[in-house]
């Protein structure tokens, strides 16, 4: 009941362009002030959080996958995320504040976060993950009121052609 009041209310969409505005404007302005301080370096954070991974309560490291990740190959392609960090964030804040493509843009809001809590970030980590998830659950109701309201129709179209057997392309 709680999903369908999410995915398909108007009052919904309304509250959800509210959730979808302030996240919208911290991811903006988190990728903006990383893209216009003349040059953002991740190998310092990177470094950081090999040295120091979060621990259990009995001493292991609890994300050893992702920390051989950042070890092996987010360390040595640092020139790499100094601009994939800055440039997902500002997208990612720039699509949920237009409302385009606005559940790809929660998705990828989410792994970014994600992978800021395995590295030890925590910060407002949390709160973003939840309301992230509260937008990629709401699906296409959280960009009705946005560019989604035009694009995923052409989206849908586009697809319905190239795949002229398939009737429902679902939301």
């Not at 440039?87 to 237009?98: A, N, Q, T, W, Y």
Request: glycine share 12%.
């Amino acid at each position: 009941m709680f999903n369908q009041f999410l995915r398909e209310n108007k009052i919904s969409a309304a509250i959800l362009t509210v959730l979808r505005l302030y996240l919208g404007y911290e991811w903006l302005t988190a990728g903006y002030h990383k893209l216009s301080s003349g040059g953002f370096e991740a190998a310092g954070f990177l470094k950081g959080a090999i040295a120091n991974p979060v621990k259990g309560p009995d001493g292991s490291i609890v994300y050893a996958t992702y920390v051989g990740f950042l070890k092996h190959f987010a360390l040595p392609n640092a020139h790499l995320f100094n601009t994939i960090i800055p440039l997902g964030e500002f997208l990612v804040g720039l699509g949920l504040i237009l409302g385009c493509l606005t559940t790809a843009a929660a998705f990828f809001a989410l792994v970014m976060n994600f992978s800021y809590l395995m590295a030890g970030t925590v910060s407002s980590n949390p709160l973003d993950i939840l309301l992230g998830v509260i937008i990629l659950a709401a699906g296409y109701n959280a960009g009705r009121i946005g560019l989604d309201r035009l694009v995923i129709p052409f989206i849908r179209k586009m697809i319905s052609k190239e795949n002229p057997g398939r009737t429902k392309i679902s939301a």
